[in-house]
Each structure stands twice: as C-alpha cells, then as structure tokens.
C-alpha cells in the first residue's frame, strides 16, 4: 500500500513538472527579484526589440583579463544582453571579443586605428602587479543592423567621481546605450533638426562639433526664419535656437509659435544680456552687460518659463588667468590662474529626468537664471528644473558692471546666499499659444494668405528644453590643430565638461517618440562594503567559507549514513 502511494506521489510530480515544461516553452516570464529591478526592461525597449525584422548584432570589446571593477562592467553587459535577446525573438545576437589578442604588434595596431574610426576611444589600463604594466582596452561595442554600424561607449567616465560610482553609473545606463542604438539604426530615414538663423544666432563655425556629432543621428539644416513664411513641423523634428543676438519681430515669433503648436519641440539656448568674455581684454578688463532686446520674454513667459534679465555668480566655478607681478617695463611677468565666478560650473542636476541622469559637472559663462510660471496659461505644462547653481550662489540684477578685478578679493561665502538657482528647465505638455487673442492685423493678414499659417491656439503635446547660456553649445578652435574643441572644453584648465552629452540627451528627448530615453532614469543602489571592517574581518571570512560548506557536507554525510544504519538495523 505504502509502494503505491509512494509511486502515485511520485507520478503527480512528474506529471506537474511535465506540464510547468510545457506552460514555459510557450509562456515566456522571469521574476526579477531585485529592488530597483535592474533586471526588467523598460516597456519601450520590449517593444523595440519586439519589431526586429533583422538581425542585430552586438560586438562587445570586453573580453581578458580584467580588474574586479571591468569584469563587473563586463558580466553586467552580457546580462543586459541575454535579456534583450530573450525579448528579440532571436533577432539580437551578441559576441565578446578581445581587441588586444593579437600577439602581434601591427595587426594591434590596426585593429585599435579601427575602433577608433568607428567611434571608440580606448582607455589605458595600469596595473600594479609584481611588475608595473599598461594596457589598452576599449570599453564598448559597436551595433550592426542591416549593413549599418553605431558605436556604444560601455565605461561612462566622470569628472569627480570615484570609479565605483563611474562603473555604477554605467551599468545603470546600459540599457539605455544599448537600446538607443538598435532605435537609431532601426529608423528608415534620420529625423532632421534645424538650426535657426536670422536673429544673429551662433555661425555654422561656432557649433561645428556639436552639429558633427548630431550629424551621425540626424539630418541637420540651417533654417532662416525671416526668409521663410513658416517652420514645416512635418519637416523638422526639433530646432535649435543657439543664442540669438538680434531682436525677434513679432511675425518671427509668431512662426516659431505656430511651429510648436503644432507640435514641434525647441531647444532654447538663450541670454537676455550681452556678456562676452572678449569684452573683458577690449574694454580694460571691465565692462557693463547690456540687453540685446531680443523681445522673447512674453513668448517664453506664456510656454510657462521666464529667462531673467541676470548673471548668476556661483562659488562653485571655474577659473581665469590674470597677471601677478610687472617687469619694469610694464609687462606681466606671471599668470596665475583665480577662481572666476561668472563661470559656474554646475554639478546640482536632477536625477529623476532622463536628460540630466547621472551628468557630469557642466560649464556655464554668464549665465542667467530662469523662473517656472504657474499661471492659467501654463497649467497644462510640466515644469522640470534639470540643472541648479551650488548651494553658494547668487544673482546680480541688470544693469551689470562685470570687472575682472573682482577674482582678486577672497570670495566670503555669506555674500552668496541664494542656492539651488535654475538654470536649465524641460517643459513638457499642451502649451497655450503667445498669440492667442491678441493676433496684430500684419500678422493675421499673413495667416490668410497662406492654409499652411492656420492658426492654433493649443499645441498637441509636445517638449521644450530652456538653457539660460546661449554659450552651452558653443565651441572654441584649437589654434594647433585648428579643429574644433568640444562644448564645455575650458582651454584655460584644458577640463572638459559635459555639456556636449546634456545637449545630446535633451535633443534625444525632445525628438524620442518611443520612450526609449525613459531607460536612462534607471537607478541601481551603490551597496558598497565597509573597507576598514573588510581589512579587520578579512581572515575570518575567508576561514568562515572555507570551512562551512565543507562541514555542512560532512555533516549531511554523518546524517545520512545515521538515518540508513537506524533503517536496517530495524
């Protein structure tokens, strides 16, 4: 009787199991235990590997020999990757390689001037080993998807970070770097962005690496507002305003108004006051910021966000050089280099929105604060501040004497007392438009000669991106090499800041229409372990694994070999 209950117990186990095979082969699921869910792909990266009609494939440079930090970085990698593929249908495949096997010195030579044309940078490796050694690797991959190729820099390196907070940030981000480049070269066509001319903004020069990189995503144009009757929302995904100098009709106004009800996005770079640094070598080291008058601030006040006629000052800044000491001739005999505060550089972001998650310190010069309107007329808009000066700030109300004298006097803390102040806001929603109820007879005679001038009083949803530095994007030439230096490359520290990747992320938001940008809000704990308890309890951990699992395997022996000489002695 005993036999048979067992053997019926025995076939239902089977039987379920059978069937739990059978649910699963159909019937795909995984249970991510983890807090912060760093297992589970955000809805919008299912989708997108979902619509996979080819092959991607993922080669990743992250094989050898490694330090304990990139072996993390590089199993992390691989798990985000088998989970992707598992979501692909088979459309995602993925090999790890070592750029560096070779044994031969040439063909290592020509394999790194490879990854380097592809986009890659590599990183020396120092090891401290019985004999000192270095080693280059590549920290990232290159995606292929029907013929086409986009690099994916893995190791997201940061200015005043330590390396476990940079490796954490990066495998954070890997879904979001993965994912976004399967969404770029899924694309048929690069959506276009237009830069915006006619109002003294930025020359083609002055933006040059910003609009290369932008390049290699989307189509780029340079678009005259006054010499066209209005922005072809269809036609643009985004456009750029990059620090227009020159006043904004109110029929220039009224096109970029239109373009944006009908859903276009905008990314403002803009300043009210005219404060170049050259003014200070013109003009004896001093000068007065003047207003360029540029006639936007009712506009931007309707969208829900007002740009102030100020330069904040922050603590927390970068540098210039001055002169110490004259010759007898006159000449300087040193420079040195003084904290200068109208050059803040800003590490207050917001880590809960996807364009400023786990940015690096930004570079800001003369730049304004601006104030979030929470009248009627912006009720329907999402006001976000993504960027804020340090908690040791503060603004200086127009008119502006700016004197580079200043620098030399110890800056007192209790003469900057405003803190937290905003500097770049993302606006998201329905706005109102700036020309409702009150079109001018000019204006509304140019709406109707034209069905495409149709006007709107509401936007469809739609996203904003204020920078209150019309400079954020600018670039400088290199007077060696005579190429262009990146947005947020300081010659005078040779620092370079990231604001190039701030612009990329907000244009990357402003035009994302699947949500994949949502993946860079991802979070994961730093849980990191107390090195000094480490040191102290070092031997006694060691000795706890080694001897536990051997004494519990000893001792389910002892007990097993108990239980079977009680049965047969029985």
């Known amino acids: 009787m005993k036999q048979r209950t067992a053997v019926a117990t025995l076939s239902f186990v089977i039987a379920v199991l059978v069937l739990v095979n059978i649910i699963a082969f159909y019937v795909y699921g995984r249970f991510d235990l983890t807090r912060e869910k760093r297992y589970t792909l955000t809805p919008a990266t299912r989708e997108l590997l979902g619509n996979l009609d080819d092959i991607a494939y993922v080669k990743v440079y992250l094989e050898g020999e490694f330090p304990a930090g990139f072996k993390r970085l590089r199993n992390s990698t691989q798990e985000m990757l088998d989970e992707m593929r598992s979501y692909s249908g088979g459309m995602l495949e993925y090999e ?58 893995l190791l997201q390196e940061q200015l005043n970070k330590s390396p476990d907070e940079t490796l954490n940030n990066s495998i954070a981000l890997l879904e979001y770097n993965l994912a976004n480049a399967v969404q770029k070269l899924q694309r048929p066509t690069k959506p276009s962005i237009a830069f915006l001319e ?12 910003f609009a290369f990189t932008l390049s290699k995503y989307y189509l780029l144009k340079r678009f005259n ?13 985004a456009v750029v305003i990059a620090k227009p100098t020159q006043k904004f009709e109110e029929s220039d106004k009224y096109k970029l108004d239109q373009y944006i009800m009908n859903g276009g996005r905008v990314l403002w770079l803009v300043e009210n006051l005219n404060t170049e640094l050259d003014s200070l070598q013109r003009n004896g080291g001093a000068f007065i910021a003047t207003d360029y008058g540029l006639n936007l601030e009712d506009q931007l006040f309707r969208y829900g966000a007002r740009v102030n006629f100020d330069v904040v000052q922050d603590m927390q800044c970068s540098q ?33 929105h996807p364009v400023s998650k786990n940015m690096d310190a930004l570079l800001f010069q003369f730049a304004a604060t601006i104030d979030t309107i929470t009248g009627k007329n912006a009720a329907k808009v999402e006001k976000t501040i993504l960027i804020s000066s340090s908690k040791y700030s503060r603004r200086t109300n127009a008119p502006i004497k700016i004197n580079v004298n200043d620098v030399r006097q110890k800056p007192d803390p209790a003469q900057y007392p405003d803190r937290n102040l905003p500097l770049a806001v993302a606006l998201e929603g329905e706005f109102e438009s700036a020309f409702k109820n009150r079109l001018a007879f000019s204006t509304q005679a140019m709406v109707d000669t034209l069905p495409e001038l149709k006007f709107k009083d509401h936007s469809q949803a739609t996203r904003m991106v204020v920078i209150a530095d ?16 990146p ?34 809000s991802r979070e994961l704990k730093m849980r990191l372990l107390d090195e000094q308890r480490v040191k102290d309890e070092k ?6 694994n080694t001897l536990c699992p051997i004494a519990l395997v000893l001792g389910f022996a002892g007990l097993f070999g108990w239980l079977r000489r009680r049965k047969y002695a029985q």
């Not at 001739?329 to 904290?339: E, H, I, S, T, V």
Request: charged share 25%; with cysteine.
């Open 539 to 544: 031997f006694f951990w060691q000795l706890l």
């Open 320 to 352: 210039i050089p001055l002169a110490v000491g004259i010759d007898q001739f006159g000449n300087a005999q040193d420079m040195q280099l003084f904290p200068w505060s109208y050059f803040p550089v800003a590490t207050n972001h917001n880590n809960e």
């Open 96 to 153: 790890f390689s070592d750029p560096m096997a070779n044994s031969d010195a040439k063909e290592r030579e020509a394999v790194t001037q490879q990854l380097m044309d592809k986009g890659l940078s590599p990183t020396r490796l120092i090891e401290n080993t019985e004999e000192y050694s270095e080693k280059i690797i590549f920290p990232g991959a290159v995606v292929s998807y029907k013929g086409r190729d986009l690099p994916v820099i």
């Open 198 to 209: 006619g109002h003294g903004e930025l020359p083609p020069k002055a933006v040059e690496d």
């Open 225 to 237: 507002l006054k010499d066209n009757l209005y922005i072809p929302s269809r036609e643009f995904s």
């Open 470 to 485: 019309g400079d954020f994007c600018r670039n400088d030439i290199d007077p060696k090499t005579r190429r262009s230096t």
């Open 487 to 520: 947005p947020g490359y300081y010659k005078y520290t040779r620092e370079t800041f990231a604001n190039k990747d701030f612009l990329l992320n907000a244009i990357e938001w402003l035009t994302d229409e699947n949500g994949i940008i949502a993946a860079r």
